[in-house]
């Protein structure tokens, strides 16, 4: 199983960007499916998950209204949408996967690699 993180760059505050979670090894959409962030000096923070067999999807209160987290089954796919992007939204941003619904990292394993979003004028 390899998750890899993808669509990270520079963009201006209120700008957006779109991370893709690629996968190898694993159908996504027999998974719960998270996206995690770690800025510098803190820990591991859950964004959002989207639950498996179109169940509910989650969010951290930081990001309602400005993240959505679509899955794309036939690419094998999650992505996670960032609009209204805050300096406080920089940070290494990861996918992982669980077999709950959940925004605790305890929860989540077959981390891939981080991409990294910074929001910076």
């Known amino acids: 199983v390899q998750l890899q993180a993808s669509g990270g760059g520079l963009v201006q505050p209120g700008g957006s960007l779109r991370l893709s979670c690629a996968a190898s090894?694993?159908?996504?959409?027999?998974?719960?499916v998270g996206w995690f962030r770690q800025a510098p000096g803190k820990s591991r923070e859950g964004v959002s998950c989207?639950?498996?067999?179109?169940?509910?999807?989650y969010y951290a209160d930081s990001v309602k209204g400005r993240f959505t987290i679509p899955r794309d089954d036939d690419k094998n796919t999650v992505y996670l949408n960032m609009s209204s992007l805050e300096p406080e939204d920089t940070a290494v941003y990861y996918c992982a996967l669980s077999w709950i619904g959940s925004l605790k990292a305890f929860d989540f394993y077959s981390w891939g690699p981080g991409t990294q979003v910074t929001v910076s004028s």
């Open positions: 090894g694993v159908i996504l959409e027999k998974y719960h």
């Open positions: 989207i639950s498996s067999d179109d169940g509910p999807t």
